[in-house]
């Protein structure tokens, strides 16, 4: 009886779990080709680490969201409540670790564009102590 239901859900649902597949993979591949052209760069430096940062936390949090669709497949018939939470949790982690990554990453090229050489070398110290915090929590 349930999976009548939940093929019958899973049928009415189809073009997003397509849509999220695709955009997931898509983000998998580019963030796993970006990562490694920034890992691999000779002069790193605190100018590559935000989007070295960024790069690794998205590539994590596309696989975490593409494990996320077994939500939608499954909705009548999936009884891992532990697997939910922490499903939902690293994918909050992850959205919102992307979003200070891209203030912080924000903040740096306006202090680059509008501000004077004084203020790069203060920022290079604290964007360094920032990334570490953000990729520890």
Known sequence: MDTDKNDANTVEIVPPIVYMSTVCSAGIIGNFVALIFYVSRKDKSAVT??????TGNDFIGSIVLLA???GPVHSMTYTNVAACKLQGFLSHVFVMNSVFLLFILAVNRFLNICKTSKWKSIFARRKAVMCNITCTT
């Open 68 to 70: 996320t669709i077994a």
């Open 49 to 54: 680490l935000v989007p070295t940062a960024l």
